[in-house]
Structures are given as C-alpha cells and as structure tokens.
C-alpha cells in the first residue's frame, strides 16, 4: 500500500536528477566551448604554417638578372612570363647552379 512519503521521495528523487543533469549539460556545455576555440587556434596556426610553406616554395623574385645562391648572372628561361602592375615577371632558373628564381623585369 503506497504512503504519503512515496511521491515526497520521488519529487525529491527528481529533483536532484534534474539538478545533476544541469551540472553535466553546464560541463558538456564549457568542453564543448573549449574544445571549438582550441580547434579554432589550431585553425589559425595551420592556416599560418601553409602560408608559410607556400611562401618557401614559391621561388623568390629578383629584380636583378643575379642568381640568389651562387650571384651568377646567366639566367635561363623556363617558358613563363607573366605580366603584372606594370612589371614582367619571368620565370627561369641560374644558368650556373640550377636555383629557380623569378626575375623581375619592367614592363616596356
Ligand atoms: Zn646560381
């Protein structure tokens, strides 16, 4: 036979359930948060370690008809020339040590 103290008991029950359940929705809530913003530094550095990467491929320009490495001025041409704000740029490698470089011309 149920008693007085049965719903009593059960309100109570529900109600610390329902106050455990905030504290792990508050904790899902806060990782969750963390998690996106270290995702998004990660993002960032990543985004910045490529940029770089790209930048360290990218043969370097010279406006000089001058090797990089090795200073030798013989320059052979590799075919690409590519105008751009008034300039030429023209993609070649030294004639002497082999180093891709992109001489840097003005347009004329
Ligand atoms: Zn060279």
Redesign the pocket.
């Known amino acids: 036979m149920p008693t007085l103290d049965d719903p009593r008991r059960l309100l109570a029950e529900a109600a610390e359930h329902h106050r455990r359940a905030r504290t792990l929705i508050e904790r899902a809530v806060a990782v969750r948060e963390r998690a996106l913003a270290i995702i998004g530094e990660l993002t960032h550095v990543l985004a910045g370690a490529q940029q770089e990467r790209q930048r360290a491929a990218r043969p370097r320009e010279k406006y000089e008809r001058r ?1 990089p ?4 001025t013989q320059f052979e041409t590799t075919g690409s020339i590519r105008a751009e704000k008034g300039l030429f740029k023209i993609s070649g490698r ?1 004639g ?4 891709p470089y992109i001489f840097v011309n003005l347009r004329r």
């Open positions: 090797c490495r090795c200073a030798s030294c002497s040590c082999g180093k």
